[in-house]
């Protein structure tokens, strides 16, 4: 199973864009989800994280009021809306399942290709 992650781009600092991850093949309302990004040179790392029915959300402190996590199950996809990007966001950026009460790569299962995300003027 892998899941498809889309909506990456360029965008200016001070833009949004909004990522979407989508779950074929399995029933996402078993599952948390995370998003996690990577820049060059640097690990991996939890930027956000939902739990199975979007009652609990996991923020990493830097993304705090720019970043909202959604999920809608009916649609099999969750959502990482982003505003006020800063160069500091640049990253790929995937999507993944997670244990709930995680948002540690550690504690992941099926992951996305990546989406490229960089903010540039």
């Known amino acids: 199973v892998q899941l498809q992650a889309s909506g990456g781009g360029l965008v200016q600092p001070g833009g949004s864009l909004r990522l979407s991850c989508a779950a074929p093949g399995i029933t996402m309302k078993n599952y948390g989800f995370g998003w996690f990004r990577q820049a060059p040179g640097k690990a991996r790392e939890g930027v956000s994280c939902?739990?199975?029915?979007?009652?609990?959300?996991y923020y990493k402190d830097s993304v705090k009021g720019r970043f909202t996590i959604s999920r809608d199950n009916a649609k099999n996809t969750v959502y990482l809306q982003m505003n006020s990007l800063q160069p500091e966001d640049t990253a790929v950026y995937y999507c993944?399942?997670?244990?709930?009460?995680?948002?540690?790569?550690?504690?992941?299962?099926?992951w996305g290709q990546g989406t490229q995300v960089t903010v540039s003027s």
């Open positions: 993944a399942t997670v244990s709930v009460g995680s948002c540690n790569r550690h504690d992941t299962g099926y």
């Open positions: 939902i739990d199975t029915n979007g009652d609990s959300t």
